[in-house]
């Protein structure tokens, strides 16, 4: 499979805890972005990378929030003291031309 | 005013319809429109993309874009219940950066 993957698809978290998630992007594609969606609304820009630069960071987004792409390969994207509001599905996309392509998203619950 | 509106619908058509969806974008300088149809709970899939004024048709779906009048439309012809799902519009408006934004989607739902 040559598209975006995202791991893990699920993931059920306790408040206060860290999580990490992993986006593997087309492997041509030098963009990578990552977007955070709740139910009823479009995807929420987080961060995007231009291969390993970090060109832009959502002002909404707290501290908390972390990612990473070294060498312009994969990214990570890094909650800490995770809050019942982080709830939502995390999307990566990866593009060289304009065109994103998204992968399965991550799914996270914070109880 | 936000970046990128649509009418969160839902917009309900009969089967073998012409569904109509419509876009708004602040940023007069983008450049670069893209229609992404998403399943309830699935990811978003791109369906069409569209650069320049002027029509553009791929099977069943035909992206409009009128920069003068800041909107981007999809037109989707012989409308069939597998095209029931979310339809988002996204922007890459030039005082964003570049960067890919999205409007909150509007619902299409095709009646058998």
């Known amino acids: 499979d040559t598209g975006v993957s995202q791991n893990p698809r699920h993931k059920i978290t306790k408040r206060g805890q860290n999580v990490t998630f992993r986006c593997d992007p087309i492997s041509e594609h030098n963009r990578l972005y990552w977007y955070r969606q709740t139910l009823g609304q479009g995807p929420e820009f987080l961060t995007y990378?231009?291969?390993?630069?970090?060109?832009?960071k959502s002002r909404l987004l707290s501290d908390r929030f972390s990612a990473e792409r070294p060498k312009g390969s994969f990214s990570t994207l890094e909650i800490q003291r995770t809050e019942q509001g982080d709830s939502a599905m995390y999307l990566c996309?990866?593009?060289?031309?304009?065109?994103?392509?998204f992968g399965q998203g991550t799914r996270l619950t914070v109880v | 005013q936000k970046e990128v509106e649509q009418n969160s619908g839902p917009l309900s058509v009969p089967e073998g319809a012409i569904a109509s969806l419509n876009c708004t974008y602040s940023d007069r300088g983008s450049q670069s429109f893209f229609w992404y149809r998403q399943y309830s709970g699935k990811s978003p899939e791109l369906i069409m993309s569209i650069y320049s004024n002027g029509d553009k048709e791929d099977g069943r779906f035909t992206a409009q874009l009128n920069t003068a009048s800041q909107y981007v439309s999809l037109l989707i012809r012989d409308s069939q219940p597998s095209d029931s799902a979310t339809y988002l519009c996204a922007v890459e408006p030039k005082s964003s950066g570049d960067k890919l934004t999205f409007g909150t989607g509007t619902r299409l739902a095709v009646r058998p």
């Open positions: 990378f231009q291969n390993e630069a970090q060109l832009e």
């Open positions: 996309a990866s593009s060289i031309s304009g065109e994103a392509f």
